[in-house]
């Protein structure tokens, strides 16, 4: 008779929790004890990815510090639902100065720790991808070349949500925004736009940049608690879908943002000093058709006469990322 | 008035605010019915004994295991597990081995020991149960857990019935057998064999039993008219399996032809070809999709090497042994009509498996009775038209197997209970069935059934050795693993991960998780994100 060795435990790290698992192999998010950084009670839309996704990373950032961890937020919806004076949602030390200059106040506050001795104190910024993108980017690309005892976490819903939905520059090609409508010859954003942090962070040759989704748990918190082990300027770039802003049922928030990672549009990666180490694979590799129908703002490219053209450029970037990062385990792959 | 400018209101938390108000449809948990539990005919919680079994209780699953059914070691060989047809897994890789499983319970229970809890306390009641088969053995256990005083009488010298006398010992080996129906008889049961009760109504009277449970198997072989030689050896199926019981084996010779479609069919042909036969021809008058043989069974009797002559009848059988089969062939309703095409085949006996009927002669003078096509209409609760008389198993019309009589004992044993103290049985209303869309199917990780070894063919055909051998206990765990667990909660934290607003409160190890509704936001990703579909939407009330 053969042996089976193979160890199996019914849905393995897939799920939040397992009750088939050691209890030190277990999630943050599955513990009694978790800190919910982010309280109930603020007032995000129903089935938001970023007050998810903040959540998720500040209660990973704060196991591994020990709760000894303050937050710097930029300006955007993640500041704006979560403090409404005289309400807080925060259970941690939190701040708030300007929409541009998270990453200059993170690196004064770790700046602040030192020179008091509180080598202890670790230090996160955090913001949306148009505080992060456009309007901070000045000042994280000086965080990023200082070396600053940072890390910064961008919360990417691809655009201004907070006030009301307009393009910024991690919008994607053909999405339909405030500012990009789906008009014209080349309705929604213009294809060939925009810029990618992750790989300019890696460009400043910080220790640690990588890619997150809400939609992988495990592997975020991973990279989150591999980020605060580390001491210099860190960046981790988290995709989270925004129901109101993409046209997404509130319901389907991780079921789109695992499309996204599915189809290779949101590529899961990691760098060390601007050199990718580590990919997160592929599972099930589905068409990027999969990702985009479940979203209004993209509703323009399929109805009675598909879009193709478009699709197939949008494919183009999909298949492009599964080659530049490796997502798929071509030894493993089969059929 | 001590604060900065302009500031009015002290610094609070959020949980001010409850959210909970935005909301138009709220989660709710709920147990779906798994299509397992569904499918299975005696009733087994299957997911829930698999839930214990995942975490390597075993006697925690053998306990729910055997709430429904007190032979698993029995069912795990010989049941033809309707679960894994409908097993969801089934749509993603291959079916859960449930069978396999409940094997490996039912042998890890008699290795270890493990009892029955005697009944909490005595009814006084006293209940008869005639037939010591599959159907009998379940009611009497069930009626004894129940507090009654139980008494099992059977015509023949042992218990069993059917499954003794009529599946042969490479499918379900004695001593497992023996071991089962000890455990039941040591929970209190008395057994009395070689006793055929002639007149039910009489030995009601005699014992003073205040209920009775006919289980009498269909141990009378059907017969059909073929002109036959007076040398010609013709025997039936149920008299050739039964003499395996016994000292003296059946004498079939080399050349032996079986005549029928059904397993009892391939249990002979099978049987033939351990004893010695060196060609076991079956004789069936319609094709393999048409035969009611389990296909399962048809593959393992083709792999030892039995034939089966498609689309053919016996017309007779001359003295030195040569049939006459007449070719059909089938019209477009499906039926076999002949074709006038002759052909002859040599065969030194000729078994009949044409299906078999109960002998009802117990039941003779009982007044209230409706007796059709050989037998005992009863009522919804298993009662037949004579106040107190329950009847199930092959007396009662249904399908003819094990785990059907197993569940038709528990039945009769729960309504019995109920009419003995002046009431009705009510089952629990059944749940809404947990069907594959309600599944969120991503999160279950990848894993192929574990096939049960099969004991290797030259050796399985010259002995009576058990061809399907069981898990062992890595393999096992693996396999009870492998269940999605549709439809009931297994405690993955998946809600209480997903939530955006943190209004799922995990209770703990074993308690399952609770909504807080004030925070709720009506969102539904905790349903989409649910894994087994433990979770569903309802609109709010206004």
């Given at each position: ?27 943050v998010q599955?513990?009694?004890?978790r800190t919910n950084s982010l309280n109930s009670g603020h007032r995000a839309c129903?089935?938001c990815g970023e007050a998810l996704g903040a959540r998720y990373a500040i209660d990973a950032a704060m196991r591994v510090t020990g709760d000894k961890l303050i937050a710097v937020n930029a300006t955007g919806c993640l500041e704006v639902f979560s403090t409404p004076y005289p309400e807080t949602s925060w259970q941690i030390p939190w701040i708030h100065s300007l929409f541009g200059n998270a990453a200059a106040v993170a690196s004064g506050v770790a700046a602040a720790m030192r020179v008091t001795g509180r080598s202890d104190v670790r230090v996160v910024a955090q913001g949306g991808d148009g505080g992060t993108t456009d309007i901070g980017f000045g000042c994280l690309s000086g965080m990023f070349e200082r070396n600053d005892d940072v890390l910064y976490i961008c919360y990417d819903n691809e655009a201004y949500m907070n006030t009301g939905v307009q393009r910024s520059s991690a919008t994607p090609?053909?999405?339909?925004t405030a500012t ?13 736009t925009g810029k990618n942090v992750p790989l300019i962070a890696m460009a400043h040759h910080i220790p640690y940049v990588a890619t997150a989704s809400v939609?992988?748990l495990?592997d975020l918190e991973f990279k989150v608690t591999r980020a605060m082990n580390v001491h210099g300027a860190r960046y981790v770039h988290i995709h989270v879908p925004c129901?109101l802003g ?11 943002a ?8 949101f590529?899961l990666f990691e760098a060390e000093h601007g ?61 | 008035?001590d604060k900065p400018f302009a500031i009015t209101l002290d610094v609070g938390s959020s949980l001010a605010n409850?959210t ?480 955006p607003d943190n ?40």
């Amino acid at each position: 008779m053969e042996m089976q060795t193979v160890k199996f435990y019914q849905t393995g790290t897939f799920t939040v929790g397992n009750r088939l698992l050691d209890e030190n192999e277990r999630s943050v998010q599955a513990n009694m004890e978790r800190t919910n950084s982010l309280n109930s009670g603020h007032r995000a839309c129903q089935g938001c990815g970023e007050a998810l996704g903040a959540r998720y990373a500040i209660d990973a950032a704060m196991r591994v510090t020990g709760d000894k961890l303050i937050a710097v937020n930029a300006t955007g919806c993640l500041e704006v639902f979560s403090t409404p004076y005289p309400e807080t949602s925060w259970q941690i030390p939190w701040i708030h100065s300007l929409f541009g200059n998270a990453a200059a106040v993170a690196s004064g506050v770790a700046a602040a720790m030192r020179v008091t001795g509180r080598s202890d104190v670790r230090v996160v910024a955090q913001g949306g991808d148009g505080g992060t993108t456009d309007i901070g980017f000045g000042c994280l690309s000086g965080m990023f070349e200082r070396n600053d005892d940072v890390l910064y976490i961008c919360y990417d819903n691809e655009a201004y949500m907070n006030t009301g939905v307009q393009r910024s520059s991690a919008t994607p090609p053909a999405a339909r925004t405030a500012t990009t409508m789906a008009v014209g010859k080349e309705p929604g954003n213009v294809f060939g736009t925009g810029k990618n942090v992750p790989l300019i962070a890696m460009a400043h040759h910080i220790p640690y940049v990588a890619t997150a989704s809400v939609a992988n748990l495990r592997d975020l918190e991973f990279k989150v608690t591999r980020a605060m082990n580390v001491h210099g300027a860190r960046y981790v770039h988290i995709h989270v879908p925004c129901p109101l802003g993409w046209g997404s049922a509130p319901a389907d928030t991780i079921k789109v943002a695992r499309m996204a990672v599915e189809s290779g549009l949101f590529p899961l990666f990691e760098a060390e000093h601007g050199e990718v180490t580590g990919r997160t694979r592929i599972r099930h590799k589905v068409p990027v058709t999969e990702y985009l129908k479940l979203q209004k703002r993209f509703a323009h490219l399929f109805g009675k006469t598909p879009d193709q053209e478009r699709l197939d450029q949008i494919q183009a970037i999909a298949d492009k990322n599964i080659r530049t990062f490796g997502l798929i385990d071509t030894e493993l792959a089969h059929g | 008035m001590d604060k900065p400018f302009a500031i009015t209101l002290d610094v609070g938390s959020s949980l001010a605010n409850k959210t909970g108000s935005w909301r138009t449809s709220r989660p709710v948990y709920l147990d779906r019915l798994p299509p397992c539990n569904n499918a299975c005919p005696a009733g087994e919680n299957i997911q829930a004994w698999l839930f214990h079994a995942e975490g390597g209780d075993y006697e925690a699953a053998w306990r729910e295991l055997t709430q429904n059914n007190p032979l698993p070691a029995v069912m795990g060989r010989v049941c033809y597990h309707p679960c894994e047809d409908a097993c969801n897994r089934g749509k993603l890789d291959a079916a859960v081995g449930i069978n396999s499983v409940e094997r490996f319970l039912g042998d890890e229970a008699i290795k270890r020991g493990w009892k029955f809890p005697a009944p909490p306390k005595e009814s006084g009641k006293r209940v008869l149960v005639v037939g010591a088969g599959p159907s009998g053995l379940s009611a009497a256990y069930h009626l004894r857990r129940l507090g009654h005083a139980v008494k099992v009488v059977d015509a023949g010298p042992m218990a069993g019935g059917m499954m003794r006398f009529g599946i042969p010992k490479y499918r379900l080996p004695r001593d497992v057998l023996d071991a089962e129906v000890k455990r039941i008889a040591d929970l209190g049961v008395e057994f009395e064999y070689n006793r055929k009760v002639e007149n039910i109504r009489d030995t009601m009277t005699e014992g003073k039993f205040d209920a009775v449970f006919l289980a009498v198997g269909a141990h009378i072989a059907k017969r059909a008219y073929i002109p036959a030689g007076e040398a010609a050896k013709m025997l039936d199926a149920v008299s050739v399996l039964r003499d395996m019981e016994g000292e003296e084996k059946p004498m079939l010779g080399r050349r032996v032809v079986v005549y029928g479609g059904g397993n009892t069919a391939l249990d002979v042909a099978r049987t033939a070809k351990r004893l010695g036969a060196s060609e076991a021809i079956i004789v069936y008058r319609r094709n393999r999709e048409k035969m009611p043989a389990h296909d399962f069974e048809v593959e393992e009797a083709l792999q030892e090497g039995v034939m089966i002559k498609w689309l053919s009848t016996i017309k007779n059988m001359a003295n030195e042994g040569t049939l006459t089969v007449e070719k059909m062939k089938l019209d477009e309703k499906g039926f076999p009509q002949p074709t006038g095409e002759f052909e002859t085949l040599e065969a030194d006996s000729l078994v009949l498996a044409l299906g078999q009927d109960v002998d009802l002669s117990l039941l003779e003078g009982v007044p209230g009775l409706a007796i059709k096509d050989g037998t005992v209409q009863v009522a919804p609760n298993m009662m037949t038209g004579y106040p107190g008389i329950f009847a199930g198993g092959d007396m009662v019309p249904s399908e003819r197997t094990v785990t059907v009589a197993v569940g038709h004992g528990k039945k009769a044993a729960r309504n019995i209970d109920a009419w003995l103290a002046g009431g009705t049985y009510e089952p629990a209303p059944k749940h809404e069935l947990a069907d594959f869309e309600k599944l969120n199917a991503w999160y279950y990780t990848d894993a192929s059934k574990t096939v049960r070894p099969m004991l290797d063919i030259v050796r399985r055909t010259s002995t009576f050795d058990e061809v399907v051998s069981g898990l062992d206990e890595t393999n096992a765990l693996f396999e009870a693993r492998r269940c999605l667990s549709c439809g009931n909660c297994f405690e993955c934290d998946n809600c209480y991960g997903v939530c955006p607003d943190n209004s799922v409160i995990k209770l703990g190890p074993g308690k399952r998780f609770e909504f807080n509704y004030d925070y709720c936001k009506g969102c539904g990703i905790c349903v989409s994100e649910c894994p087994c579909g433990a979770i569903k939407m309802v609109p709010e009330t206004i």
